[in-house]
């Protein structure tokens, strides 16, 4: 008979998650920082405390995300993934901070992957990666986000999202996702990464050969590089956000159409930088509009009936 793994609460604690046996070997990856041990007798009610760039965390939306992951394990479902090996691992020791989350959608649908901001400083993934996923996942795709390596800059970590879209690719059949049409997904410093792929490809950045994102979706950022070949992409911004100032993205955005380019943008009023899903303010129900934009770009995208 399988395990019935117990649910969290907002009362839950750190140490809950990180000995919870949904989570055995990886539970300390779920929280930001790689470079300090959080308050283990911390509530998550008071989670965003650990999250200086971000506004709007809402503590349901983490325990409802996290607990989805504790059913998947709990019905038998990998959720983590090493996309390094164990010798790269010994290699570089800071890869043992990397890893893959895998919210399950249907056998064979296109995957995407999320990529939490933080300034490179921290990885958001409790605020603005598992909520993120457990939303489009709900559509039917497949989700992976990426906790990649912190606080040693954007290189190391769009290296990582490289990596790992390699390893996506590569395991395609047995994690049971399709490499077609498939999208990414950032916020703040993990929107940079994914458009930086979607400019110059995985290979640029130590990946393999492989075909560019079918979307890009980029929030809150101040990302500005444009290329001559960029993907479809969907841009989210505050309106008051004094970190990614919302002009800077609306040049890009304009650069975009300029080439061609398929593009959503929506700014959002009274939001300052970091809101993830939106809920319960101007922005909430984005993420649902950003999987129908990604819809435009893929053939076959009647995965609720199937």
Same mark, same amino acid.
């Given at each position: 008979?399988?395990?019935?793994?117990?649910?969290?609460?907002?009362?839950? %604690? $750190?140490?809950?998650?990180?000995?919870?046996?949904?989570?055995?070997?990886?539970?300390?990856?779920?929280?930001?920082?790689?470079? !300090? %041990?959080?308050?283990?007798?911390?509530?998550?009610?008071?989670?965003?405390?650990?999250?200086?760039?971000?506004?709007?965390?809402?503590?349901?939306?983490?325990?409802?995300?996290?607990?989805?992951?504790?059913?998947?394990?709990?019905?038998?479902?990998? $959720?983590?993934?090493?996309?390094?090996?164990?010798?790269?691992?010994?290699?570089?020791?800071?890869?043992?901070?990397?890893?893959?989350?895998?919210?399950?959608?249907?056998?064979?649908?296109?995957?995407?992957?999320?990529?939490?901001?933080?300034?490179?400083?921290?990885?958001?993934?409790?605020?603005?990666?598992?909520?993120?996923?457990?939303?489009?996942?709900?559509?039917?795709?497949?989700?992976?986000?990426?906790?990649? !390596?912190?606080?040693?800059?954007?290189?190391?970590?769009?290296?990582?999202?490289?990596?790992?879209?390699?390893?996506?690719? !590569?395991?395609?059949?047995?994690?049971?996702?399709?490499?077609?049409?498939?999208?990414?997904?950032?916020?703040?410093?993990?929107?940079?990464?994914?458009?930086? $792929?979607?400019?110059?490809?995985?290979?640029?950045?130590?990946?393999?050969?492989?075909?560019?994102?079918?979307?890009?979706?980029?929030?809150?950022?101040?990302?500005?590089?444009?290329?001559?070949?960029?993907?479809? %992409?969907?841009?989210?911004?505050?309106?008051?956000?004094?970190?990614?100032?919302?002009?800077?993205?609306?040049?890009?955005?304009?650069?975009?159409?300029?080439?061609? %380019?398929?593009?959503?943008?929506?700014?959002?009023?009274?939001?300052?930088?970091?809101?993830? $899903?939106?809920?319960?303010?101007?922005?909430?129900?984005?993420?649902?509009?950003?999987?129908?934009?990604?819809?435009?770009?893929?053939?076959?995208?009647?995965?609720?009936?199937?």
């Amino acid at each position: 008979m399988e395990a019935q793994y117990r649910h969290l609460s907002v009362d839950s %604690t $750190i140490r809950d998650v990180i000995a919870h046996p949904a989570f055995t070997g990886f539970g300390r990856l779920i929280f930001p920082w790689d470079d !300090r %041990t959080p308050d283990l007798n911390m509530q998550l009610r008071e989670i965003g405390a650990l999250l200086p760039y971000h506004s709007k965390v809402n503590p349901v939306d983490v325990v409802s995300a996290l607990n989805r992951m504790i059913d998947d394990a709990s019905g038998g479902k990998k $959720i983590f993934y090493d996309f390094y090996t164990e010798a790269q691992k010994k290699a570089e020791a800071t890869k043992r901070n990397a890893g893959l989350f895998f919210f399950r959608g249907r056998p064979g649908a296109p995957f995407a992957i999320v990529c939490p901001g933080g300034g490179f400083a921290y990885v958001a993934s409790l605020h603005e990666g598992f909520p993120y996923a457990a939303e489009i996942s709900k559509s039917g795709y497949n989700v992976f986000v990426l906790k990649y !390596r912190a606080g040693i800059g954007g290189a190391a970590a769009t290296q990582d999202l490289a990596a790992a879209l390699s390893y996506i690719f !590569r395991n395609a059949k047995s994690l049971g996702v399709s490499v077609a049409n498939y999208s990414l997904w950032g916020s703040s410093a993990g929107a940079r990464m994914a458009a930086s $792929i979607g400019t110059h490809g995985a290979s640029f950045y130590g990946g393999d050969n492989l075909p560019k994102p079918s979307m890009v979706v980029m929030a809150y950022t101040a990302h500005s590089e444009v290329g001559p070949n960029e993907p479809p %992409t969907f841009a989210a911004a505050g309106e008051q956000d004094g970190i990614a100032p919302p002009y800077v993205m609306e040049q890009r955005i304009s650069a975009l159409r300029r080439t061609g %380019t398929p593009v959503e943008f929506h700014r959002f009023r009274n939001l300052g930088h970091g809101f993830g $899903i939106g809920t319960g303010t101007s922005a909430e129900g984005w993420v649902h509009d950003a999987v129908r934009f990604w819809e435009r770009f893929i053939e076959q995208v009647d995965l609720r009936s199937k």
